[in-house]
T-cell receptor, first 114, second 114 residues
């Protein structure tokens, strides 16, 4: 079956520095990936997605890199701010005419140090 | 900005009781989902729903679970006879159109079974 996981459960970064959160997946069936941010007591919040036929996608202050050779995904957050402190999940999906389920990884807790 | 809403925010119930968790997805969305997150663990897919029927369900979604969209706006998850291990955060999500990957999550309902 498909599984999506993360390398590190916690990450602390100085405010203003860049953060890199990593994710590994074992099943090549996922044809897209999404990064979600979850703040305490809230539901997952969409950050950015990437199709499996891409290797990089940029958003506002965020970049997602996909390396299909080693089945690795990363989320880079530039110039981190205190509001970036949260748990970050990667999730993989398989396009199925809208009936996609997302398979989530275990999450990395990002703490921004002032 | 439209958002997915869920009620109640916290539900406490006794083992063996029935619970109904309610969600109001974003109004023009077509695909609906329930996920759960046991404390400290990853988000797990339960069920997807489209065109008034279940599209896919996970192994977790056994005969004790059911979903319904009774009136075109609400989307409910019913657990017929709750067990201690059903204690978790339950998230509803919705998705607008087939070509968009983003699933919009609600804030969740914390279910505590005693």
């Amino acid at each position: 079956g498909e599984s999506v996981g993360l390398h590190l459960p916690t990450l602390s970064v100085q405010e203003g520095d860049n953060s890199i959160i990593n994710c590994a997946y074992s099943n090549s069936a996922s044809d897209y990936f999404i990064w979600y941010k979850q703040e305490s007591g809230k539901g997952p919040q969409f950050i950015i997605d990437i199709r499996s036929n891409m290797d990089k996608r940029q958003g506002q202050r965020v970049t997602v890199l996909l390396n299909k050779t080693v089945k690795h995904l990363s989320l880079q957050i530039a110039a981190t701010q205190p509001g970036d402190s949260a748990v970050y999940f990667c999730a993989g999906g398989i396009s199925n005419f809208g009936n996609e389920k997302l398979t989530f990884g275990t999450g990395t807790r990002l703490t921004i140090i002032p | 900005e439209p958002e997915v809403t869920q009620t109640p925010s916290h539900q406490v119930t006794q083992m063996g009781q029935e619970v109904i968790l309610r969600c109001v997805p974003i109004s023009n969305h077509l695909y609906f989902y329930w996920y759960r997150q046991i404390l400290g663990q990853k988000v797990e897919f339960l069920v997807s729903f489209y065109n008034n029927e279940i599209s896919e369900k996970s192994e977790i979604f056994d005969d004790q679970f059911s979903v319904e969209r009774p009136d075109g706006s609400n989307f409910t998850l019913k657990i017929r006879s709750t067990k201690l291990e059903d204690s978790a955060m339950y998230f509803c999500a919705s998705r607008p159109i087939q070509s968009s990957y983003e699933q919009y999550f609600g804030p969740g309902t914390r279910l505590t079974v005693t």
